[in-house]
């Protein structure tokens, strides 16, 4: 398999761009707010009830646990590349 194939693929998994959308908009907040700590402790809880409750009790079509996981850690992920940005 070619390279090119990988980064196609890669490029068009929908759990890969849901993860890389949660990240971004959560590590633009954090930035956008300086690296506040109480900004970034008030998103991750807002993530995980978000993820483990609106989500899955709401979203249409209905969301696995797996689906709400990979959602939430894409939100912690983009949290922390927002606060080690703003700090160094």
Do not use: R
Not at 76 to 88: C, D, P, R, V
Request: charged fraction near 10%; charge should be negative; aromatic fraction near 14%.
């Amino acid at each position: 398999m070619s390279l090119s194939t990988v980064i196609a693929k890669i490029g068009t998994n929908a759990e890969f761009i849901a993860f890389n959308a949660h990240a971004g908009i959560a590590g633009f907040v954090v930035l956008a707010c300086h690296g506040n700590y109480w900004v970034a402790g008030i998103g991750a809880v807002a993530a995980m009830v978000k993820e483990f409750w609106f989500d899955a009790t709401f979203e249409q079509p209905k969301q696995t646990f797996l689906d709400n996981l990979t959602d939430t850690l894409g939100y912690f992920t983009g949290i922390a590349a927002g606060l080690l940005a703003s700090h160094f």
